[in-house]
């Protein structure tokens, strides 16, 4: 029997998605970032664009009332784990959890203060519609775990995925661009409508697609490469002479020496130049050192 046939037995008389979020007065809270999306065509379009094998588990953060979790149930993947913040949706989903079995682990905490590593056996993706409030520093954190997911299909404000996709000069690029293209390859698939979701929010959604890379774009330090980056674009209209000075005295030599022109301006420079100042400055350091 196909796992979309079973899923269907398992599901029996389970309540539609709308009754479950009226039989546990599941109001979208602002303070969690919730907007519960609710269109069917738009939840099949983002599972059928993460494109989950036989064997894979997913992960999801703030699954709500279970639209996303239900469809993602209905693939090949072994595992579908849900990490939920809300103790409404928690107990929303119980009667799910219990239909479904083993094939669906939930996790009631914050998904930013749970080892996430801890919790999928590779291969595994991670797909959601990520609360807006925090979908930015989720991302980040899923770029920066020991265990790379094969994938990630996620749920963002328009704006969000504009920033994460940025090239150097558009008006988007900045570090957010930097910090995700040189971990990962990433591309907007479709934007979502907000008449999509329940409550309706005042921004556009994107749905995009993130794979990490197996090795960074260039070499750098994490942390150096962020600290120049937060320096750069901190004054972004400013001419990079100026806006990393505070970085080395002679910071015109440097950028000289690594062939980027001190009269640039931040979302000029591309992502490997901002890895070879980092590089530059960290060989500064060592030498300063000895």
Request: charged share 20%; hydrophobic share 45%.
């Amino acid at each position: 029997m196909s796992v979309s046939k079973s899923f269907s037995r398992e599901l029996g008389d389970l309540p539609s998605i709308s009754q479950v979020i009226l039989n546990n007065g599941l109001s979208a809270r602002k303070s969690l970032g919730q907007h519960f999306l609710l269109d069917g065509s738009i939840i099949a379009r983002i599972v059928n664009s993460a494109g989950i094998d036989e064997g894979v588990t997913v992960l999801e953060i703030g699954p709500g009332p279970g639209g996303l979790t239900r469809a993602l149930l209905s693939t090949p993947a072994k595992t579908v784990v849900a990490i939920e913040r809300d103790d409404r949706s928690v107990e929303a989903l119980q009667d799910l959890a219990s239909a479904v079995g083993s094939r669906f682990h939930l996790i009631a905490g914050d998904a930013l203060a749970i080892d996430l590593d801890s919790l999928c056996v590779q291969p595994f993706q991670i797909v959601a519609n990520l609360p807006y409030n925090i979908g930015t520093r989720l991302v980040l954190d899923f770029l920066h775990m020991l265990h790379k997911p094969k994938k990630m299909t996620l749920m963002l404000q328009k704006e969000v995925v504009q920033r994460m996709i940025a090239s150097p000069g558009g008006q988007h690029y900045g570090r957010l661009s930097i910090i995700v293209q040189w971990l990962a390859r990433a591309k907007a698939l479709f934007d979502v409508p907000a008449r999509a979701f329940k409550p309706e929010p005042k921004v556009t959604s994107s749905v995009i697609e993130i794979i990490p890379r197996s090795w960074p774009l260039a070499e750098a330090e994490p942390d150096l490469l962020e600290l120049v980056t937060q320096t750069a674009f901190g004054q972004r209209r400013k001419m990079m002479r100026v806006s990393l000075r505070t970085l080395h005295p002679d910071i015109v030599g440097l950028l000289q020496r690594v062939g980027v022109p001190p009269t640039s301006r931040p979302e000029e420079v591309t992502i490997q130049e901002f890895c070879s100042i980092a590089r530059e400055l960290r060989s500064l350091s060592k030498i300063r050192a000895l």
